[in-house]
Nanobody, 125 residues
Framework: QVQLVESGGGLVQAGRSLRLSCVASGSTFSMHSLGWFRQAPGKEREFVAT????????YYAASVKGRFTISRDNAKNTAYLQMNSLKPEDTADYYC??????????????????WGQGTQVTVSS
């Protein structure tokens, strides 16, 4: 059982940066792979980034590669999503997700068991 809480969202101007945090409860955080997803109004939830248990492997959606960075600090039970060069198209609710295991293929919503409540990111032009 893992509980996830996202924070760090807000309203920013295009071109600026924002860092999202995801704090997990439980003693098995380091045994879970993590992912970030986002969902814009009227659209399906889409994959943003994933990271393996040790933080050695990361993978990004093409739309954010080069701008976003996923990371984790297992000692703090926390995952991060650093978002740079934000665009209006990045506006969405952002969700942190966790899945027990260490697969590089956890890139779909159905691959994850645990989800946070989401944090809203709005990028103005």
């Amino acid at each position: 059982q893992v509980q996830l809480v996202e924070s760090g969202g807000g309203l920013v101007q295009a071109g600026r940066s924002l860092r999202l945090s995801c704090v997990a409860s439980g003693s098995t955080f380091s045994m879970h792979s993590l992912g970030w997803f986002r969902q814009a109004p009227g659209k399906e939830r889409e994959f943003v980034a994933t990271i393996d248990r040790s933080g050695s492997y990361t993978y990004y959606a093409a739309s954010v590669k080069g701008r976003f960075t996923i990371s984790r600090d297992n000692a703090k039970n926390t995952a991060y999503l650093q978002m740079n060069s934000l665009k209006p198209e990045d506006t969405a609710d952002y969700y942190c997700a966790a899945q027990y295991g260490d697969s590089h293929a956890y890139r779909r919503t159905v691959d994850y068991t645990y989800w946070g409540q989401g944090t809203q990111v709005t990028v103005s032009s």
